[in-house]
């Protein structure tokens, strides 16, 4: 099993940026794909990014397209999310999660069979 250790989060203002990462122990994490999930006061978990496992190819939800990078050190067994221009409602809990496979990168969490604590991000406007 594995454990995932979300950290990165903060308060900050909006347009500002933060880095999100996930330390992975346990076992390697470097032959699947991986994904970053957020969670909202009052709403459902939702996708966010996710990233096959050697980085070739990655896939992002409308919501953060073009503001956000996932990246990833299989070296380290580490994921990476690079969040720029937030807005307020990218306020949420975001966790990081397995996927079952090398190339899942879907938005069907229940795919996904790890998943850390998570780590908050607010953003004030």
């Known amino acids: 099993q594995v454990k995932l250790v979300e950290s990165g989060g903060g308060v900050v203002q909006a347009g500002g940026s933060l880095r999100l990462s996930c330390a992975a122990s346990g076992r390697s994490i470097s032959l699947q794909a991986m994904a970053w999930w957020r969670q909202a006061p009052g709403k459902g978990r939702e996708f966010v990014a996710a ?25 380290r067994n580490m994921v990476y999310l690079q969040m720029n221009s937030l807005k307020p409602e990218d306020k ?34």
């Open 51 to 75: 990233i096959t496992w050697d980085g070739s190819s990655t896939r992002y939800a409308d919501a953060v397209k073009g503001r956000s990078t996932i990246s990833r050190d299989n070296s």
């Open 92 to 125: 949420a809990v975001y966790s990081c999660a397995v996927s079952r496979s090398a190339s899942y990168t879907g938005p069907y969490d229940t795919l996904y069979d790890d998943w850390g604590q998570g780590t908050q991000v607010t953003v004030s406007s």
